[in-house]
T-cell receptor, first 116, second 113 residues
Framework: SQTIHQWPATLVQPVGSPLSLECTVEGTSNPNLYWYRQAAGRGLQLLFYSVGIGQISSEVPQNLSASRPQDRQFILSSKKLLLSDSGFYLC???????????????FGPGTRLTVL | RKEVEQDPGPFNVPEGATVAFNCTYSNSASQSFFWYRQDCRKEPKLLMSVYSSGNEDGRFTAQLNRASQYISLLIRDSKLSDSATYLCVVNGHGSSNTGKLIFGQGTTLQVKP
């Protein structure tokens, strides 16, 4: 069966510090991968998605970046955190779609980031 | 207009009640629909996919109305454990290769004893 891991689970960082969040998927190959952010009491905002190694698409302008160095590894980074970067960061994967149907996404447990 | 709209609630119902949530979507070309459940401070989890013919999973029934562009979720015999936020999800625009999904803001359900 497939599993998705994220770490760390919680993180408190000062403004201006760097960030690196990691996500790995097991039990599947060639997944589509996604990074979302959920601010307190808000909906999910798609930040980045990737359809393959080294292929990253950004959904919103921001001071975050993403990388996919391996098929089942997805990394979210920042060189300098802002207060507005606080939130619940979720990684998700899906089976690569075929045809016109979109597949369900499965989420990792998330990282709760507080920037002070 | 938001691409996926839901009444945020909260819906406060007693145990055993039947409750229904609706969700509207803006893109008439949408092909894939889902309901997710999110517990407080947890990740969203897939509750069920929504098929054109409607589908049922135990106490949960999902229906799709393409003409009116809305999706519904019916929960019968509510349990305390059903208390959560329910997210309506529709596929995103553009190539299906991306697999992008659009999540609604969610509807909060609180089941009281």
């Amino acid at each position: 069966s497939q599993t998705i891991h994220q770490w760390p689970a919680t993180l408190v960082q000062p403004v201006g510090s760097p960030l690196s969040l990691e996500c790995t998927v097991e039990g599947t190959s060639n997944p589509n991968l996604y990074w979302y952010r959920q601010a307190a009491g808000r909906g999910l905002q798609l930040l980045f998605y990737s359809v393959g190694i080294g292929q990253i698409s950004s959904e919103v302008p921001q001071n975050l970046s993403a990388s996919r160095p391996q098929d089942r590894q997805f990394i979210l980074s920042s060189k300098k955190l802002l207060l507005s970067d606080s939130g619940f960061y979720l990684c998700a994967w899906s089976v690569r779609p075929s045809g016109r149907s979109y597949n369900e996404q499965f989420f990792g447990p998330g990282t709760r980031l507080t920037v002070l | 207009r938001k691409e996926v709209e839901q009444d945020p609630g909260p819906f406060n119902v007693p145990e055993g009640a039947t409750v229904a949530f609706n969700c509207t979507y803006s893109n008439s070309a949408s092909q894939s629909f889902f309901w997710y459940r999110q517990d407080c401070r947890k990740e969203p989890k897939l509750l069920m996919s929504v098929y054109s013919s409607g589908n049922e999973d135990g106490r949960f029934t999902a229906q799709l109305n393409r003409a009116s562009q809305y999706i519904s979720l019916l929960i019968r015999d509510s349990k305390l454990s059903d208390s959560a936020t329910y997210l309506c999800v529709v596929n995103g625009h553009g190539s299906s290769n991306t697999g992008k999904l659009i999540f609604g803001q969610g509807t909060t359900l609180q089941v009281k004893p």
